[in-house]
């Protein structure tokens, strides 16, 4: 589910081909649509994956993936009836896209308790619902600059890596161990939520769980060991041959469709069922 337009970032092609059964964009909505910052409100959002729960088959499981829209940028113009509830205190600089990106994140705030409340008080049906972010907020520059002391252009390593830091939870309205596991990087999230639900991992997602314990994080930026250093470039460190693994199985698995190994990305070693999505220039 997206409630932005259908063919946004090719989603109608792409969630397919990624083995979804069903696609819902905004022009699909069940529930009444509200707007914050002139997108589909979080709010509304988070009603519609509640009507999704109520109306699906009963007795079967469903697994639901939600891109959510209200707190898009750009934050460089007001909309009416939007009410900044945020307001930056004690800063030389005077940041309005700051505010009103924070101001969303408090209405979201309210809208995530209100889902998790319903879940906990509502369901009897084992549900785990994950939130994690999707992209550093594009505003001012000048508001980081004055975060970090200095031009973001000149940070570290670490503070380069710390300011693409976001935060995710993961929850359920059954008993689920308690505990913070720290700062990892989102090619693991799948294989935590997967182990946290109980669920049979692909041999795949068990090299995945065994390579977090040593290289918990890996971007584009570079890797955190396991003793939480920042390191830039692999090739001169004895993590360069396991970084170098994962990077040739993440490209079997995304990109060399034509040798792709199906026995590390599925349970029973077979292929996924072959999709095919007519072309439309529309």
């Not at 700062?183 to 669920?199: H, K």
Request: net charge negative.
């Amino acid at each position: 589910f997206h409630p932005g337009e259908r063919t946004s970032w090719q989603r109608d092609r792409a969630y397919p081909r990624l083995g979804f059964d069903a696609y819902k964009c905004g022009d699909d909505m069940d529930v009444p649509q509200t707007f914050e910052h002139g997108y589909v409100s979080d709010e509304s959002d988070f009603r519609q994956l509640i009507w999704e729960l109520e109306h699906k088959e009963a007795g079967q499981p469903i697994f639901l993936f939600n891109v959510t829209m209200q707190n898009h940028g750009s934050y460089d113009a007001a909309y009416p009836n939007f009410e900044e509830g945020v307001q930056i205190t004690d800063m030389d600089g005077e940041y309005p896209w700051a505010e009103r990106y924070l101001s969303l994140i408090q209405a979201t705030d309210v809208a995530f308790e209100e889902l998790i409340s319903y879940f906990r008080d509502d369901v009897d049906e084992p549900t785990i619902i994950v939130m994690f972010g999707d992209h550093i907020p594009s505003v001012e520059q000048e508001f980081y600059d004055e975060l970090y002391g200095m031009s973001i252009n000149a940070l570290s390593v670490d503070d380069a890596m710390e300011r693409y830091r976001t935060p995710f939870v993961i929850w359920a309205n059954y008993d689920i161990p308690e505990k913070n596991v720290g700062t990892i990087s989102a090619n693991y999230l799948s294989t935590l939520v997967l182990e946290t639900a109980g669920v049979q991992l692909s041999n795949y997602e068990r090299y995945l769980a065994s390579l977090s314990a040593e290289v918990p994080v890996i971007s584009s930026l570079g890797f955190i060991d396991a003793e939480g250093h920042a390191v830039e470039d692999s090739r001169d460190t004895s993590y360069a041959a396991l970084i170098d693994g994962y990077e040739c199985l993440a490209y079997n698995n995304l990109l060399d469709s034509a040798n792709r190994d199906w026995s590390l990305f599925t349970l029973d070693g077979q292929p996924l069922p072959d999709v095919s999505v007519a072309d439309d220039d529309s």
